[in-house]
Nanobody, 113 residues
Framework: QVQLVESGGGLVQAGGSLRLSCAASGSIFWSNTMGWYRQAPGKQRELVATITTGGRTNYADSVKGRFTISRDNAKNTVSLQMNSLKPEDTAVYYC???????WGQGTQVTVSS
């Protein structure tokens, strides 16, 4: 079964770091742009970062300079390194494969002030 499985969320103090990982099964990883999105309570889901099969990256302005997306082609995983976390980064983070439109189950990130 093709799926995306996220891991690495948790609770951290402001200024801290977390690393999220997303493991992709099947051939999805090799043929899709992989991305991270997030959804805070009462807000719409928003783009955080994406990375193409060729390694080109794109970031939301709110995370530029703090977050880094990367992909490990040997392990079929995409990671999101989050540094200098802020309380406004608190959200459920979802892994995504585009254009197939596949989503992971989400992982909670909570940043305390």
């Amino acid at each position: 079964q093709v799926q995306l499985v996220e891991s690495g969320g948790g609770l951290v103090q402001a200024g801290g770091s977390l690393r999220l990982s997303c493991a992709a099964s099947g051939s999805i990883f090799w043929s899709n742009t992989m991305g991270w999105y997030r959804q805070a309570p009462g807000k719409q889901r928003e783009l955080v970062a994406t990375i193409t099969t060729g390694g080109r990256t794109n970031y939301a302005d709110s995370v530029k300079g703090r977050f880094t997306i990367s992909r490990d082609n040997a392990k079929n995983t995409v990671s999101l390194q989050m540094n200098s976390l802020k309380p406004e980064d608190t959200a459920v983070y979802y892994c995504n494969a585009f254009p197939i439109g596949l989503w992971g189950q989400g992982t909670q990130v909570t940043v305390s002030s």
